[in-house]
């Protein structure tokens, strides 16, 4: 996703900002993180839906190529892969 907008903080300097779809500037969605975030989670919360949870490099998990979680989510995808697996083996 490409920045493109600046905002000012406070301290005076201004920062470049991912803007996600509904325009909004993205950081981080973890808890304490202000790191600017250029990565979604993709992991399926619906129909057709993913979480969207906006992550930096260092909280997203690529769990496959192109392919992001935020770490709860990439927590429940590996216990599902585990219990598919699971069933999978007769
Ligand atoms: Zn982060
Ligand atoms: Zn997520």
């Known amino acids: 996703m490409p920045c493109f907008s600046q905002i000012f903080l406070d301290s005076g300097v201004y920062k470049f900002h991912c803007t996600q779809t509904n325009?909004?500037?993205s950081l981080c969605n973890?808890?304490?993180c202000m790191k600017d975030s250029n990565i979604l989670c993709d992991y399926i919360v619906g129909k057709?839906?993913?979480c969207d949870k906006a992550l930096c490099k260092k909280h997203a998990v690529e769990f496959k190529r192109g392919f992001h979680h935020c770490l709860d989510h990439h927590k429940m995808w590996?216990?599902?892969q585990k219990s598919n697996w699971r069933r999978k083996k007769h």
């Open 78 to 80: 590996l216990a599902e």
């Open 30 to 32: 973890v808890r304490g």
């Open 23 to 25: 325009g909004m500037y």
């Open 48 to 50: 057709n839906q993913t």
